[in-house]
């Protein structure tokens, strides 16, 4: 694996895809074990997840159904600040279990705010299955149930992830150089 230059940006080569798809397939026999009598609908977040859920959603072996979603935040007019909302999800998801697919969780607000959403429709159960996870970065004590490969707090592109809209569609994981 060679540099990766994007833009102003050097990326030296981090993660290999091989290895990558080593951590997809753990990740998948762990839901396909767990979750296999629940009929889970997953909620891919885009743009970056989109590389994960193929990979993962190809070894699912049981019934499930798959939707992808946008998280949009805005500062409304209220006076509580931020306001969160789910764009794309046309599902009920009423007593459903639902698996949030994410490409990365570092701060984990991101998640958070999807959480509180989805905590809103009156679902059985939530579980979080993300491609990477920066644990010294978690900004609060949400759990992640399935977790593809832990980093450290440096920012990656590829394997869906981007700089500056760049890089995702790289199969292997580049670190800033
Ligand atoms: P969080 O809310 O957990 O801090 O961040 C979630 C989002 O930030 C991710 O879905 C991703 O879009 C972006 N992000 C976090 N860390 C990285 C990183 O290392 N590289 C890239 N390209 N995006 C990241």
Redesign the pocket.
Known sequence: MSLLKIKDKQFKPYISSEKIQEAVKNVAAKINAELKDEFPIFLVVLN?AFMFASDLLKEINFPCEISFVKVASYHGATSSGSVTELIGLTEDVTNRTVVIV??????????EKLINVLSKKNIKQYKVATAFFKPSSLKNNIKIHYTGIEIPN????GYG???DGLGRNQKNVFVLA
């Open positions: 970056g994410e490409d990365i969780v570092d701060t984990g607000l991101t998640l440096d920012f990656v592109v992830l981007d700089y």
